[in-house]
């Protein structure tokens, strides 16, 4: 079945480092991509999106690449900050009504 | 801003209970869910509904239910609370008919203890 694998945290990185959260996935057909980003004791946030392949998605100044031959939607951020400190989710939309999240990954960004 | 809210950010319940999670939404949107999250077990689908009475199960209906009678209104219901069903519900709702491709809009979450 369809599924979303993403990179264990907790990822700890210094302040203005890059950033890359890795995620792939298995699906049939052709799924929209999705992070999301929870921020400690909040819901989770739409962060980016991609709906086809070779679309970029971006905000914030993250941003992901619906990769279909390596079947990979990578984060990547060039310089963190301290407030970018959550949990990331990669997730994947089948088509219908659902959407398959993964497990996420914390990420800790130290001053 | 559109929003998704949730009645509660904290519950406390004892032991056979019955418990009403309340959300609402100001989007128009026709989907709404219900997920439960666990630390080292992610978001797990409970119910979700796509129109005003209609809902659907979801991965782990056991020991729920639910409620849509207005669109903007999605009640979560556990019949009889249990220690195992604390947890962080969270509430989410998307437009359109292929919701996957919208992404959601998630509540701030409501975190439940049964004692």
């Known amino acids: 079945g369809d599924s979303v694998t993403q990179m264990e945290g907790p990822v700890t990185l210094s302040e203005e480092a890059f950033l890359t959260i890795n995620c792939t996935y298995t699906?049939?057909?052709?799924?929209?991509l999705f992070w999301y980003v929870q921020y400690p004791g909040e819901g989770l946030q739409l962060l980016l999106k991609?709906?086809?392949?070779?679309d970029k998605g971006s905000n914030k100044g993250f941003e992901a690449t619906y990769r279909k031959e390596t079947t990979s939607f990578h984060l990547e951020k060039g310089s963190v900050q301290v407030s970018d400190s959550a949990v990331y989710f990669c997730?994947?939309?089948?088509?219908?009504?659902?959407?398959?999240f993964g497990a996420g990954t914390r990420l800790f960004v130290k001053a | 801003d559109v929003k998704v809210t949730q009645s509660s950010r904290y519950l406390v319940k004892r032991t056979g209970e019955k418990v009403f999670l309340e959300c609402v939404q100001d989007?128009?949107?026709?989907?709404m869910f219900w997920y439960r999250q666990d630390p080292g077990l992610g978001l797990r689908l409970i119910y979700f509904s796509y129109d005003v009475k209609m809902k659907e199960k979801g991965d782990i209906p056991e020991g729920y239910s639910v409620s849509r009678e207005k669109k903007e209104r999605f009640s979560l219901i556990l019949e009889s609370a249990s220690t195992n069903q604390t947890s962080m519900y969270l509430c989410?709702?998307?437009?359109?008919?292929?919701?996957?491709?919208?992404?959601?809009?998630f509540g701030s979450g409501t975190r439940l203890t049964v004692v």
């Open positions: 699906a049939t057909g052709y799924p929209s």
């Open positions: 991609a709906t086809k392949a070779d």
């Open positions: 989007m128009d949107h026709e989907n």
């Open positions: 989410a709702s998307s437009p359109g008919q292929l919701s996957a491709d919208y992404g959601y809009t």
């Open positions: 997730a994947l939309g089948t088509g219908g009504f659902k959407t398959i």
